[in-house]
């Protein structure tokens, strides 16, 4: 009895120790919460938090791609012939600079919007700042034409409008296509293979030649 008695105090504890701690999880568990323009998350038992995440709100500025030839039958396909260099300016730039940029460039590639016959009504995706800032662009067709200045202005509820000072169009240029490199042919295959192994050849016979060497030096 006392035997039993011991093992019910026992068990009683380990549910005790259980309860306990199941209670007690939350309160160390790592919060995490997101508005859209910050993240912070609890460090576990510390109550320290991570800095907050600046969110980079994006917009659409529309574009134009104009030329497109005729065997061009979707807009998609037309989407990849322009694409458009994008230059963050000072936040006090009221114009484009007085030379294109040279260095700094992103590039972005245009979203298909509707293709009708040889032009195509599109858009390029460009991000501001956090919410309740400015943000001043240059933007260029990498195939050569007018840029513009695009104002992007995030809201204090982070969605971002943008403004642009021209009306962005690119002239078509087909895509390169890309050439996968070819496979070695099959008697380059048996070349390398064969070098490898007259190596690993040459490498058993040295030590076969090694093993000889040491068994004269025991007699």
Known sequence: MIKNNKKVAVAAAGLATVLTLSFAAPSFAATSTDSGTTSTIGTIGSGTTKAPRVFAAAVAVPVSVTGIPTTVTTAGEAARGAKF??????????????????????????????????????????????????????????????????????????????????????????PVAQVKPEKPAHDEATEVSGSVRDKVNFGDDQGKKLGKKKGKGRH
């Open 85 to 174: 260099n994008v230059y963050v300016l000072d936040a006090a730039a009221t114009e484009l600079p007085a030379t294109a940029p040279t260095t700094g460039a992103v590039v972005v590639g245009v979203r298909p919007g509707t293709l009708t016959g040889t032009d195509l009504a599109g858009s390029i995706v460009v991000r501001g700042g956090a919410a309740g800032t400015t943000t001043k662009l240059a933007v260029y067709p990498v195939n050569g034409g007018a840029g513009s200045l695009v104002t992007v202005t995030v809201a204090a509820n982070g969605i971002a409008t943008q403004t642009s000072s021209v009306a962005l169009t690119s002239t078509y240029v087909a």
